[in-house]
């Protein structure tokens, strides 16, 4: 028996050739907004620069010397990263940003630790300065141990002045793919990584009527969210998460086939003699995906070569509030032509 190759196995191997994905994380240095100065300040302690994280401080340190601060860093392997809605309040020629924060520190033994608290931001007025110029620096910050995972940990305002008015479901659903795929979706512009534009999700409403409601009943209405994950050779991953009022917001697993497929000549894989399903398994992640406003479908097409001529797709269409497979279609001959097969088919008429 050939073991299946989905999709996700399929862009695991295309993945392997590019074996810096999983070194340290690339260098961070922004100071454009008061968030972004938090990341950079965990991305140089991420990085083992602590003189960087030091300087990112202004007159109030966060130890009584470097070297004690560094110290304090002695068996910290790596640090994950939350931040909250930014709230801010302006005082004597200066505005000061409130930055709720959740960081989960990964100790070289194998355990880890989150911890979550306030930032407080200082951006002098530029205007008013003189050489040497002050950047967007940190006023202070204090944390403590907390509970949970970083979505979780994370406070929902910082400061007195209320954050700016946000949208919830997006905040949250940002913020739980950052919690969970902090690592397994790189955030850069290196190989494989995802780009300043696909560090959001792609977003679509969809309006819909479960069976047995009346027609003249208001429509249902259901938030997708696409986020793209990885690229491979030729492959890409992408995470979805669905939410409605009844469910709220949940990341969405994808029914698909495990497959037996027996080839004529298991040595070239170009003829193949059969293909069964021989169970079901869920993915969390689907191979060059796209959703369909149109057909209200999510589609995938994994390939297996760079070639694609051996490939498996699905098709999930969205009816009563959820995404159900109901076409399945597999390629599994290594033969240099593009000819799939049907093994599942509920979505064309008969």
Excluded at 39 to 65: F, H, M, Q, T, V
Excluded at 228 to 242: Q, R
Aim: glycine fraction near 8%; proline fraction near 6%.
């Amino acid at each position: 028996m050939t073991p299946r190759l989905t999709a996700a196995a399929t862009a695991l191997f295309a993945f392997s050739c590019f074996p810096g994905l999983a070194a340290e994380p690339d260098y961070y240095d922004n100071r454009s907004d008061a968030a972004s100065l938090i990341k950079s300040l965990y991305n140089a302690i991420d990085r083992k620069e602590y003189a960087r994280a030091w300087d990112y401080y202004g007159e109030e340190k966060p130890a009584k010397d470097f070297q004690t601060f560094q110290d304090g860093y002695a068996k910290t392997e790596s640090v994950d990263v939350l931040t909250g809605a930014v709230s801010s309040e302006g005082a004597a020629g200066s505005i000061y940003y409130n930055v709720p924060v959740a960081i989960r520190a990964n100790d070289s033994d194998g355990s880890d630790k989150v911890f979550a608290g306030c930032y407080v931001v200082r951006q002098v007025n530029g205007s008013i300065q003189e050489p040497p110029f002050q950047p967007m620096l940190i006023d202070k910050g204090t944390l403590k141990a907390a509970d949970g995972n970083l979505a979780d940990a994370l406070p929902a305002q910082c400061g007195e002045a209320p954050p700016p008015e946000t949208d919830a479901v997006l905040q949250k659903v940002n913020a739980w793919f950052s919690a969970t795929y902090a690592g397994p979706c790189k955030e850069n512009d290196g190989p494989g990584g995802r780009s300043e534009e696909q560090t959001g999700p792609e977003a679509h409403k969809i309006s819909y009527h479960k069976e047995g409601d009346d027609a003249s009943e208001p429509a249902s209405e259901a938030r997708l969210f696409r986020f793209f994950c990885m690229m491979g050779a030729y492959n890409e991953t992408h995470i979805y998460y669905l939410w409605d009022e009844v469910n709220d917001l949940r990341q969405l697993e994808f029914a698909s086939p495990e497959l037996d497929i027996q080839y004529a000549d298991p040595d070239t894989n170009e003829k193949v003699e059969s293909v069964k399903i021989i169970g079901y398994q869920a993915d969390s992640e689907l191979v060059n995906s796209d959703y369909d406003e149109q057909t209200m479908t999510i589609t995938s097409n994994g390939k297996w070569r760079g070639v694609g001529d051996a490939s498996d797709s699905g098709t999930w269409l969205f009816r009563n509030g959820e995404f159900t497979l109901v076409k399945y279609d597999v390629d599994a001959s290594y033969d240099g032509e593009i000819n799939p097969e049907t093994v599942l088919d509920y979505y064309s008429a008969p």
